[in-house]
């Protein structure tokens, strides 16, 4: 069995997991591994050929290949050991993991761990979608590697299911690839697309104009023999269902974080965003145990994910230097139409202030307060003209100063 040991062992060559490495390198930490399942480094952004990536941490604009490269290249240049086709298989002890490749398998043991292994999107099995097991159902994911990385065809007509941001990633997939938009669907009162960049606002319109966005709508069913050939919609509003015909369908967002790893390694999970309980430090239930990325709480733009690794990186090489842990004292919790807060716990000893927490809602509210208590005690209220669903939303964390940490729970409530 091959037997490895390095300083830091990230799991996950995405976005979050090679801006991390390679931050880490730069502080100077002298061996840093990262492990992937894939068959090259970069994540889900080398098979997103459109542009759109790269304006937060790089403040340049890339295609999706271009900036999984970018870090690939970067990392490597700096020293980072990065082994693809790598498959953490699970724990061996408190900071060893066992993995299998195409060498054989091994263990890995590290002085800390940054699981960064993404989310996926909700399949359509998942979704309890009625109709036969038919061809041309996709995720976006799967929608992508057909098309950018193997060069199949996927149909002529497709409807997209959800209309998020990464809707926004199939819509351009579909239409690069000359397949026509038959509709983009919402159960929500409105979509959710917004751009991170002013070059595609065109989109916007094009969608609007066309009238392909159909809120307040369900796919209800999926018609078809052996292909799909329409499904049937139904609008929430006024339960009236109509046939919409197509010959592929794409389900997007409805994240499920990669949580496996996790989970294995006996971690906290967080029940709203059901990814690993973090305190803001990144530390998980488990000594010397990092989590970061869209593992945390669904997707975020991947430049948001990278950001994300660059800040994880300064805790681990805090943590390496010092060998302080503090446990987890305080959760912290939220009650609907707040869906998740991260992060969701606050250690005995932060080792910074918190300047902010970020959480989500599940329906769109205007003018409400956010307030936090503690013992029915009011510690903070802010207010927001407008929360929309899958939109993360920050809220001002000057009030932990006040926090007594061995008292009740922290509780954040929306109110009119």
Not at 116 to 144: D, H, N
Not at 331 to 338: A, C, G, H, M
């Amino acid at each position: 069995m091959d037997i490895k040991h390095t300083d830091v062992l990230i799991v996950g060559a995405g976005p979050t997991g090679l801006s991390a490495a390679l931050t880490l390198k730069k502080l100077g930490v002298a061996k840093v591994t990262v492990v992937d399942r894939e068959l090259e480094a970069g994540g889900m952004p080398r098979l997103c050929h459109h542009i759109g990536f790269g304006i937060r941490d790089w403040h340049r604009i890339y295609s999706g290949p271009q900036y999984a490269r970018q870090y690939v290249k970067k990392a490597i240049a700096n020293g980072v050991d990065i082994h693809t086709s790598t498959t953490i298989t699970g724990w061996t002890g408190e900071n060893t993991l066992s993995f299998t490749s195409p060498n054989g398998l091994g263990e890995i043991e590290a002085k800390a761990i940054l699981l960064a292994t993404g989310c996926r999107e909700r399949p359509r099995a998942a979704r309890m979608i009625p109709g036969k097991r038919v061809q041309g159902v996709f995720t976006t994911g799967s929608l992508q590697r057909f098309v950018d990385e193997h060069h199949l065809p996927v149909g002529t007509r497709a409807v997209i299911v959800g209309a998020e941001i990464v809707s926004l990633s199939a819509f351009l997939t579909l239409k690069q690839a000359g397949i026509k938009i038959a509709a983009m669907t919402t159960e929500l009162p409105r979509h959710q697309i917004y751009f991170p960049f002013s070059p595609i606002k065109w989109i916007l319109v094009d969608l609007l104009e066309r009238a392909t966005v159909q809120t307040l709508t369900r796919v209800s069913r999926i018609l078809g023999q052996k292909r799909v050939e329409a499904v049937e919609l139904t609008h929430l509003d006024t339960g009236k269902t109509e046939i919409t015909a197509c010959d592929a369908v794409i389900f997007t967002g409805d994240w499920i974080p990669e949580h496996e790893v996790a989970r294995a390694g006996g971690l906290a999970i967080n029940k709203g965003t059901r990814g690993p309980q973090v305190d803001a430090q990144y530390r998980t239930s488990k000594r010397g145990v990092f989590a970061a990325g869209n593992l945390l709480r669904g997707v975020e733009t991947a430049d948001i994910s990278a950001l994300e690794g660059r800040q994880a990186a300064h805790c681990i090489h805090k943590f390496l230097q010092t060998q302080t842990w503090y446990g987890h004292k305080l959760p912290i919790e939220v009650e609907q139409p707040i869906t998740w807060v991260y992060p969701n716990t606050i250690s005995d000893a932060e080792g910074q202030p918190i300047k902010y927490l970020s959480f989500r809602v599940s329906e769109f509210r205007k003018n409400v307060s956010v307030k936090v208590y503690q013992s029915n005690k009011l510690l903070h209220t802010q207010t927001f003209r407008q929360l929309s669903p899958l939109q993360t939303v920050r809220l001002n964390g000057d009030w932990l100063t006040a926090l007594n940490l061995e008292a009740e729970p922290i509780k954040l409530v929306i109110t009119s």
